[in-house]
T-cell receptor
Framework: KNEVEQSPQNLTAQEGEFITINCSYSVGISALHWLQQHPGGGIVSLFM???GKKKHGRLIATINIQEKHSSLHITASHPRDSAVYIC???????????FGPGTSLSVIP | SQTIHQWPATLVQPVGSPLSLECTVEGTSNPNLYWYRQAAGRGLQLLFY??????ISSEVPQNLSASRPQDRQFILSSKKLLLSDSGFYLC????????????FGPGTRLTVT
């Protein structure tokens, strides 16, 4: 079993829909990262969080430490949100990041 | 502000040829540096990380090596490329200390033919 898992693996949504991507992890973590990878391959760090909730524009990330679960929400989705969204965990006492398999999101106009 | 550069952006190399990918960071000192690879259809995998000049830790034994000759320079190398070395290579950095956020470079797409 992977230490960081995501669901769904693939997601297609209509423009304007509210989108949720889930991440669960089985290791102790120092921080949970949400990353966005565009079709060309470039990766952008969206959020890093260790508790609670963060919001940036139409993106919201939450984490529940007790349940070892995080969610990324996209409100009023747009075709430009189409990308692969990757959850990654920084393990407690480790410096390294463990990546989830990614969720491929396609938003249709 | 901090900037991370990688080059080349794309590379096509024959099997058995050498490889050198370079990553440099500007605007910070003594960063932690990382090399990741994303093979086709797979997630990101950590290859090497470095906490200082000349200090390299390898995560996965393979055909590649890394070096850090200067504080903000990280190099990924191979003496003889394999077909399985094809993929997307990403360099990343982060501050030392309690912040764990990593910042990624633009990546190098390597195709071994």
């Amino acid at each position: 079993k992977n230490e960081v898992e995501q669901s769904p693996q693939n997601l297609t949504a209509q423009e304007g829909e509210f989108i949720t991507i889930n991440c669960s992890y089985s290791v102790g973590i120092s921080a949970l990262h949400w990353l966005q990878q565009h079709p060309g391959g470039g990766i952008v760090s969206l959020f890093m969080l260790s508790s609670g909730k963060k919001k940036h524009g139409r993106l919201i990330a939450t984490i529940n430490i007790q349940e070892k679960h995080s969610s990324l929400h996209i409100t009023a989705s747009h075709p430009r949100d189409s990308a692969v969204y990757i959850c990654a965990a920084s393990k407690t006492s480790y410096d390294k990041v463990i990546f989830g398999p990614g969720t491929s999101l396609s938003v249709i106009p | 502000s901090q900037t991370i550069h990688q080059w080349p952006a794309t590379l096509v190399q024959p099997v058995g040829s050498p490889l050198s990918l370079e990553c440099t960071v500007e605007g910070t000192s003594n960063p932690n540096l990382y090399w990741y690879r994303q093979a086709a259809g797979r997630g990101l995998q950590l290859l090497f990380y470095s906490v200082g000049i000349g200090q390299i830790s390898s995560e996965v034994p393979q055909n590649l090596s890394a070096s850090r000759p200067q504080d903000r320079q990280f190099i990924l190398s191979s003496k003889k490329l394999l077909l399985s070395d094809s993929g997307f290579y990403l360099c990343a950095w982060r501050y030392t200390g309690i912040s764990y956020e990593q910042y990624f470079g633009p990546g190098t797409r390597l195709t071994v033919t």
